[in-house]
């Protein structure tokens, strides 16, 4: 049976080259990068040309690296570090509602500790108004965390004038940026971001790793105590493998985004068009344009997303439904629900988000086989 994956935004596969890199600091290269002796110093060596690798994708400088266990560790130690480290200056944090989960729950939990949380409306295509940020700055206003690439939809919101509007009014901003660093252009410097999140294994690197950038300058406290590791900004022995895996992707990815972006964007049309084509009552998630490469949400109405994902996966073809971390919920999108569709619709949608190793033919596969799905189960919908 032919096997399709369409579910990168959850995960991808490790590169052979990133894997090759990392396989020596698990056998001959296992030292511990904070002992002196011969073996730490490989390690430590090694973990600071990855940090040069991972600056170099976002335009940071190397000492504003830290390394995390992924992009939700990168979130909470952004969020929680700046707000108990600014408590003093204030209390009050911005968000939107469509942010990942990492965020959503890091604030939830940060109001439960007395400090106070403005959630921006977005409009049908899952933008941040500007406007309404702005009227939502106070004085006591310590930090904007707005996530620059949605997971679920692909929108990408307008982070360089986000981080302008803070920086003019002496707001730290924080973007997470783990689906886009890797696929599109992202510069700290021009987003005039204060912090920003990034993930491994979501571009061919691996998982348990990820990385923080934080401005030079700025108040925050870690999340955990131990060690001076990562200058004292996060305790813990380095995974110094995954370290270098991540370095490697950031690389590749940096060479190879423009080609990649061409490809995933003439595919995702590609795939957009010839299910809509297909299949009547669809709608298409998410801004046309301002949208990443590699991501399509769907949604078919009178039809359930996790029965559809069941019936795509028996025929070999893997999506989710909302993200990853939500799938075992039966709620439906967040996001969704936030762009403005009712539940009953919202209920029906699938994401496809496309990796490097697509094909046309995988594509062609999926809207031969989704619509006789699709066409199944409105059969046996009471709703229709």
């Known amino acids: 049976m032919k096997r399709v994956y ?4 959850a995960t991808t596969a490790v590169s052979p080259d990133v894997l090759k890199a990392m396989l020596p600091y698990f056998e001959q290269k296992y030292g511990n990068a904070s002992s002196v002796h011969s073996f730490g110093r490989e390690a430590r060596e090694a973990m600071a040309k ?16 830290v390394f995390t266990s992924g992009g939700t560790e990168s979130d909470n130690l952004a969020i929680k570090g700046i707000a108990h480290a600014n408590e003093k200056k204030g209390k009050h944090i911005i968000t939107s509602q469509v942010e990942h989960h990492a965020v959503l729950n890091t604030c939830k939990f ?13 409009d049908k295509y899952g933008k941040v108004d500007l406007d309404q940020l702005r009227d939502s700055i106070r004085k006591d206003t310590i930090l904007i965390s707005i996530i620059h690439g949605n997971n679920e939809i692909g929108t990408i919101q307008d982070i360089d004038e986000i981080g302008k509007i803070g920086a003019e009014k002496g707001v730290y901003f924080h973007t997470d940026a783990v689906q886009t660093c890797g696929k599109i252009p992202v510069d700290v410097v021009r987003s ?8 491994a294994h979501k571009i061919y690197g691996p998982k348990g790793v990820g990385a923080l950038f934080i401005k030079k300058g700025t108040r925050i406290f870690p999340l955990q105590h131990g060690g001076h590791h990562e200058t004292n900004r996060r305790a813990g022995t380095e995974n110094t493998p995954g370290i270098v895996g991540m370095g490697k992707a ?13 490809k995933l964007v003439e595919l995702r049309d590609r795939l957009q068009n010839e299910l809509v084509e297909r299949i009547d009552d669809t709608l298409v998630n998410g801004h046309p344009t301002d949208r990443l490469p590699n991501t399509l949400n ?23 439904s909302g993200s990853a971390c939500t799938s075992g919920s039966l709620d439906p999108s967040h996001v969704l629900l936030a762009i403005g569709l009712p539940h009953e619709i919202a209920h029906g949608s699938l994401r496809f988000s496309l990796g490097i190793d697509n094909s046309r033919e995988d594509i062609l596969y999926v809207a031969e086989v989704l619509p006789e799905i699709v066409q199944r189960l409105r059969k046996m919908s009471a709703l229709t």
């Open 110 to 122: 940060l109001e439960k500790q007395g400090f106070e949380v403005t959630y921006l409306k977005v």
């Open 192 to 199: 005039n971001a204060t912090l920003m999140s990034m993930s």
């Open 298 to 320: 769907i949604c078919f109405r009178y039809v359930e997303g996790e029965s559809m994902i069941m019936m795509l996966d028996m025929k070999g073809i893997a999506v989710s």
């Open 6 to 9: 369409l579910d990168h935004n």
């Open 250 to 262: 950031c690389e590749l990815s940096q060479k190879s985004m423009e080609s990649n972006y061409r």
């Open 50 to 65: 990855a940090r040069d690798q991972v600056a170099g994708l976002i335009g940071a400088e190397s000492a504003n690296i």
